[in-house]
């Protein structure tokens, strides 16, 4: 079975922390995605890459940087957390070629910044 | 600005109940369009995927039709059960099927 592991499903952090939220996918999935999910707006993205150390700048990329070590894991950072950065983080990975494949999401990362 | 639009916001209807989901999109050049349910607190789930060509899809009791020239998509749901209660999202991938828009979802209740 597809699998996208979010490692950490409820975060509280303080203002002005460094967080890191990790993605890791078993599907040897070329293209891996960050979004933000807010009540009342759609999914919203942050950051994407189609191969390892490559990265696309989403629609939302400011305060927010990635990491892609590896071709299984996708990394976002908040530099200095804010609190309009509490949120729901979404990863999803997909093939290159992801017309007509499937995106397979995790099951988020609830974050809030105090 | 590309849009995609979801109508009801929100609906409620007891179980083994039809309900019918609209999703409107301005998107353009248009890939796909794929329905998404995702449960409370957790990732959304593809249930559907239809490219240009294709103007119905089915999985299980979801059945999804696509009018391109109106660029207009729906989501039926057939004998609706408890475990239906989600929200139901509508995406739209543009030009080479990387750049999604997502709609903000209707959420359904299904009750007894």
């Known amino acids: 079975d597809v699998k996208v592991t979010q490692s950490s499903r409820y975060l509280v952090k303080r203002t002005g922390e460094k967080v890191f939220l990790e993605c890791v996918q078993d599907?040897?999935?070329?293209?891996m995605f960050w979004y933000r999910q807010d009540p009342g707006l759609g999914l919203r993205l942050i950051y994407f890459?189609?191969?390892?150390?490559?990265?696309e700048k989403g629609d939302i990329p400011e305060g927010y940087s990635v990491s892609r070590e590896k071709k299984e894991r996708f990394s976002l950072i908040l530099e200095s957390a804010s609190t309009n950065q509490t949120s729901m983080y979404l990863c999803a990975s997909s093939l290159r070629h992801s017309t007509g494949n499937t995106i397979y999401f995790g099951e988020g990362s609830w974050l809030t910044v105090v | 600005k590309n849009q995609v639009e979801q109508s009801p916001q929100s609906l409620i209807i007891l179980e083994g109940k039809n309900c019918t989901l609209q999703?409107?999109?301005?998107?353009?050049?248009?890939?796909?369009l794929r329905w998404y349910k995702q449960d409370t607190g957790r990732g959304p789930v593809s249930l559907t995927i239809m490219t240009f060509s294709e103007n119905t899809k089915s999985n299980g009791r979801y059945t999804a039709t696509l009018d391109a020239d109106t660029k207009q998509s729906s989501l039926h749901i057939t004998a609706s059960q408890l475990s239906d209660s989600a929200s139901y999202i509508c995406v739209v991938s543009e030009g080479g099927g990387n750049k999604l828009t997502f709609g903000t979802g209707t959420q359904l209740k299904v009750e007894l």
């Open positions: 890459s189609y191969d390892v150390k490559m990265k």
């Open positions: 599907m040897d999935h070329e293209n």
């Open positions: 999703c409107n999109y301005t998107v353009s050049p248009f890939s796909n």
